[in-house]
């Protein structure tokens, strides 16, 4: 019994007292601390082991960023959205004011383009606004938003920036009625700029017009451009009024048919010009006149004969 030793497992062996070992480790800290502030001696060790740590730094801060970024990607995505609403409805309650603006812009344009017109051939007139076309879906007629109480009679014809559009048919006191030249009770007198040939262009109430009465083997050629000549006292010599676009040749019959479309915007809303009246044209002489100057003659001549007879 005496052999055996009775010596505690070394795990509960005591080492040096807590408070020896506190102290002693808070001078080696101190030291450190006063040798690092002074000489930076552990400026290397601290690079190794931020180094070392950084990754699982980062691994451990990943949870949280993915949190962040879902969080600020949500919000951001409802921000765009609430953003295209706002936008959206931006667009809506502007669109009307863009939209007029551009037509503003285009009746500027045309505008300017009837002005010209005006200056170009002397003529006088006064711009109208289209309002609507007539009830009668027979008929190709307009109604603009100038009457007798601008001086507006009928007979007057009607232009745009690129031709005839028309005349003025009925006047009301505050509008006026406009036969379109596509209208089939509608005919204008022409001339082919190329050739000088004269005729006259009808409606056809489909939106084209026909050039009667040239002859099968007449000068006329797809293409060719027909402006007023001026013969009826009504439109000014030279604006233009329709092109060629089909002829029908037919030997069998005297006149060939010769379609035509206006070139003017007779179907298009919008500004045309009112021109005003021609002066009236110089009465044709009478053909009785010429017979009765000769028989005036003669009786004189026969009155002079008798009296040297006598």
Not at 50 to 79: E, K, W
Request: hydrophobic residues 40%; glycine residues 6%.
């Amino acid at each position: 019994m005496a052999g055996i030793d009775h010596a505690p497992p070394p795990f509960f062996k005591r080492g040096p007292a807590p408070l020896a070992l506190l102290t002693f480790y808070i001078a080696i800290s101190l030291a450190v601390f006063v040798l690092d502030l002074r000489f930076r001696s552990l400026n290397l060790l601290r690079q190794s082991i931020a180094l070392l740590v950084d990754p699982v730094q980062r691994v451990a801060q990943t949870p949280g960023s993915l949190v962040d970024y879902a969080n600020n990607y949500l919000q951001g995505l409802q921000a765009l959205h609430q953003e295209n609403n706002a936008l959206k409805h931006a667009q809506l309650n502007t669109a009307p004011n863009l939209q007029r603006l551009l037509q503003l812009e285009v009746e500027n344009e045309r505008l300017r383009k009837l002005l010209s017109v005006k200056e170009r051939e002397k003529a006088n007139g006064q711009v109208a606004q289209i309002l609507y076309t007539a009830r009668d879906p027979f008929s190709r007629k307009v109604i603009v938003d100038k009457g007798q109480q601008s001086g507006i009679v009928a007979g007057q014809p009607a232009i745009d920036e690129a031709g005839v559009v028309g005349q003025v048919t009925r006047v009301f006191p505050f509008s006026a009625e406009i036969t379109l030249i596509t209208d089939k009770d509608q005919a204008v007198p022409v001339q082919i700029v190329r050739s000088g040939q004269r005729s006259v262009v009808f409606g056809l109430g489909n939106g084209q017009l026909e050039l009667r009465y040239m002859p099968a083997n007449a000068d006329v050629q797809e293409g060719d451009i027909l402006v007023t000549s001026g013969l009826d006292g009504i439109y000014l010599p030279g604006f233009p009024v329709a092109k060629v676009i089909n002829i029908e040749r037919d030997s069998a019959y005297s006149f060939a048919r010769i379609f035509c479309v206006p070139v003017a915007g007779v179907e298009n809303f919008g500004e045309i010009m009112v021109l005003d009246p021609r002066q009236p044209l110089p009465p044709a002489p009478p053909e009785s006149t010429s017979r009765e100057s000769g028989t005036d003659k003669m009786t004189v001549r026969q009155k002079n004969r008798a009296k040297k007879s006598n």
